[in-house]
């Protein structure tokens, strides 16, 4: 039977591609395939279909039947009993009724102007931030931004911002000055030390003389104790996140560090950090600095509790981005040395790109979580959204509603959120370069 | 395994000078206790091609690596075109620009282009303007064959492609001495030829070279000098025609046949 003609063959034209059959395409194979699969499945589907319509049935008309237009949850009541006879219904009008204290706190009706600037403001330099698209000189607005929104929103000259920017430039003209000789840490010192000079013993003069001749810009001073609602949680939130991201990498770079004590430094800190439940820093923030502060001092509440939440997020952020660091292969730090790169171009080049990429989702995660920790504040005193709700039900005319501000307030976090959540899927998307 | 290199080779420019462009005397490196380089001593002059040759794990890219001080040595002696490596900075950075590396898995960076693999270096290190290094990388992309695809992500090429962006990468830095370590033992057999024929044309230009290479029809045909090394010790060295006709040493003639297959 052996033939060996029938061993050897050679196809002569190369077949075309022919498409799926139809039974193995498109919508009606997905769900007999997904909800239909078999007696069991197909019982599954069925019942989940009627707990759905159940759930929807219930909830559906107390959303979409609720009053917008009450100035008490009395009222609301009544109206609700005249159109349907009974109360299931929501009262949404406690939102529009308080829309402002939700958004602003107890921030001066009249100067709304400056929260609302400074919102729009926020939006425009964080474009240039979120999209390369975004022409590159809008980068100037988002380095003023910092100084902007401290001036709109808690007034006063625009002397004292200038003044804490000034020590800025200052800082960056000293480190250039000694960088020529070429040492980083001698640069980095001045540059801290010729910045504290200015802020503490110059600066704070020469603000008190410009104010008093030519007081520039003067808007109403508003006291921290007045921030709240959406503002505060925007404040903190998006300062935690631009501050702690930076921080967190030099601490990962620390931790990985051949120098002993900037190692120790580093993991003792984030060790520490992630030891301690935030609200425990945030009480520190709000009670105990004042001990420990020279008498006299007067140190912002909010900028105390920004600092806290800033440390408490970038030690998280150091142990994500050291994660993307490891993931690195050490191939990469050698082509970066070969090729002459020094320690931080390798690492501002090559190195962190790749690591920050690569911790997209952990660091996402981290801000998300930062931001919504941002309602902890609500312990310590400061009106956030959850605080007011409080404050809102105290008042009698509101006294017992709770649904609607939670599901509110729990809306507005899950859009911001999500939101993060679509950019940075996008954001990874955008930077995959190793598709064929 | 030892790949035919079927090609006229142009020796015109092949020629060794006697300047001295790598020394290395009485090197001695250690990985804790493990006794990884010992006394190597190794001259290498200016247009000289040196292939390296030895059993996995016996040094041979430890003892390239301190050239650039990717490793660093405990003992002895590196000088490098003149300048000695030591702990200072500054000597290590300028020996870096001056040499230039391949590696076996290319280490060619995923997240920027070919064009910005290759602009990278000269314009932040040699500060080369932004258009005058795009100019000296399409130069060199073209010399390597591969100009049109200068704008693709690393991770679109295949190995040989990507291996000889890698060496564009380090021309374009104009280093006076190149190392290679295994640049072609990661590679599939049909993608071998092409680095091994832009590495041909660089010994053909009179670069001085250093190679770890398996690659014997390479080492027979552009080499001046081959190098054995076993156990972290330079074993023998000689003309490639000698080294593979008439290994002195036991060592080399066992490894020979078993890299030669007979
Ligand atoms: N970072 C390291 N730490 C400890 N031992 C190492 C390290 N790198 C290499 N070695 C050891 O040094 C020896 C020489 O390695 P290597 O120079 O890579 O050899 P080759 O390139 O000749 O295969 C091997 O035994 C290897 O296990
Ligand atoms: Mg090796």
């Known amino acids: 039977m052996s033939n060996t003609n029938s061993l050897s063959y050679v196809r002569k034209e190369m077949l075309e591609q022919q498409p799926a059959p139809r ?55 009544t109206i609700l009993t005249e159109r349907f006879g009974n109360t299931h219904y929501a009262c949404w009008a406690v939102l529009t009724e308080r829309w402002n204290q939700l958004l602003y706190g107890f921030y001066p009706e009249t100067q709304y102007w400056r929260a609302n600037l400074a919102f729009v403001l926020m939006l425009a330099s964080l474009a240039p931030v979120l999209f390369d698209k975004v022409p590159r000189k809008m980068l100037y607005l ?36 000694v960088d020529r000789f070429g040492s980083m840490a001698l640069s980095t010192i001045a540059a801290v030390a010729v910045a504290l000079i200015w802020w503490l013993f110059i600066g704070p003069s020469v603000v008190g003389g410009l104010n008093a001749v030519a007081p520039l810009g003067h808007l109403q001073e508003v006291q921290s104790r007045d921030l709240g609602g959406f503002m505060i949680c925007v404040i903190i939130g998006i300062s935690g996140i631009a501050l ?40 520190t923030a709000s009670l105990l600095l004042n001990y420990f502060l020279p008498p006299g001092t007067t140190f912002d509440l909010t900028l105390r509790v920004i600092i806290m939440v800033t440390l408490f997020s970038s030690a998280y952020m150091a ?30 080049l090559i190195i962190m790109p790749q690591a920050l990429k690569i911790s997209i989702p952990g660091i996402v995660n981290t801000f998300i979580g930062l931001f919504k920790d941002t309602t902890l504040v609500m312990f310590i005193g400061i009106y ?16 017992g509603i709770y649904w609607e501000l939670f599901i509110f307030i729990g809306l507005v976090f899950w859009i911001c959120c999500f939101a993060m959540s679509q950019y940075s899927q996008w954001l990874e998307r955008k930077l995959r370069t190793d598709h064929r | 395994m030892s790949q035919a290199v079927e090609r006229h080779i142009d020796r015109s420019n092949m020629t060794v000078s006697d300047e001295v462009a790598i020394q290395i005397t009485n090197m001695n490196k250690w990985y804790g206790e493990f006794h990884v380089l010992r006394d190597i001593n190794l001259t290498v002059n200016r247009g000289e091609r040196i292939v390296i040759a030895g059993p996995s794990g016996s040094g041979k890219s430890t003892m390239i690596r301190c050239i650039n001080r990717l490793e660093e040595h405990q003992q002895g002696k590196i000088i490098v075109d003149g300048t000695e490596l030591t702990s200072d900075l500054k000597n290590i950075d300028k020996i870096r620009s001056e ?22 270096a000269p314009m932040w290190v040699r500060k080369t303007p932004k258009r005058e290094a795009e100019e000296i990388a399409m130069h060199f992309l073209e010399k390597v064959k591969i100009p049109d695809q200068a704008h693709k992500y690393p991770g679109m090429l295949s190995g040989g492609q990507q291996q000889r962006v890698a060496i564009a990468r380090s021309l374009c830095m104009k280093p006076r001495i190149m190392l290679f370590d295994e640049p072609t033992s990661a590679l599939d057999p049909e993608m071998i030829k092409e680095v091994l024929d832009t590495m041909i044309e660089l010994a053909e230009e009179g670069m001085t070279m250093l190679c770890v290479t398996h690659e014997m029809g390479f080492a027979r045909q552009v080499a001046n000098r081959v190098i054995f090394m076993d156990q972290g010790q330079i074993v023998e ?26």
């Not at chain 2, 040499?99 to 990278?120: D, K």
């Open chain 2, 237 to 262: 060295q000689n003309e490639p025609e000698e080294f593979f006709n008439n290994p002195k040493s036991e060592r080399t003639k066992l490894f020979l046949s078993q890299i030669l297959g007979h």
């Open chain 1, 23 to 77: 039974s193995q395409v498109g919508f009606t194979r997905w769900v007999r395939e997904n909800l239909f699969s078999g007696w069991f499945n197909s019982i599954l589907t069925i019942v989940s279909i009627f707990v759905i319509y159940k759930i929807l049935a219930g909830t559906l008309p107390w959303l979409f039947g609720g009053v917008w237009d009450a100035t008490s949850l009395e009222q609301c009541r």
């Open chain 1, 142 to 177: 988002t380095m003023a931004f910092p100084f902007l929104l401290v001036w709109l929103v808690w007034g006063g000259t625009i002397w004292g911002v200038t003044s804490v920017a000034v020590g800025f430039i200052l800082g960056g003209v000293a480190f250039k000055l």
């Open chain 1, 384 to 399: 956030d959204m959850l605080g007011l709700s409080n404050a809102i039900r105290a008042n009698a005319a509101w006294n």
């Open chain 1, 244 to 283: 702690s991201l930076p921080i967190g990498i030099i601490l990962a770079l620390g931790r990985q560090s051949d120098l002993f004590i900037v190692k120790t430094i580093c993991v003792g800190f984030i060790e520490f950090i992630r030891g301690v439940p935030l609200i425990t820093l945030l009480f």
């Open chain 1, 319 to 348: 142990e994500v981005i050291r994660g993307g660091l490891a993931a690195l292969p050490k191939g990469q730090y050698e082509a970066a040395d070969a090729l002459g790169l020094d320690y931080w171009k390798a690492q501002r």
């Open chain 2, 99 to 120: 040499v230039g590396m391949c590696f076996q898995h290319f280490n060619l960076f995923p997240h920027l282009t070919i064009l910005e693999n290759c602009t990278l």
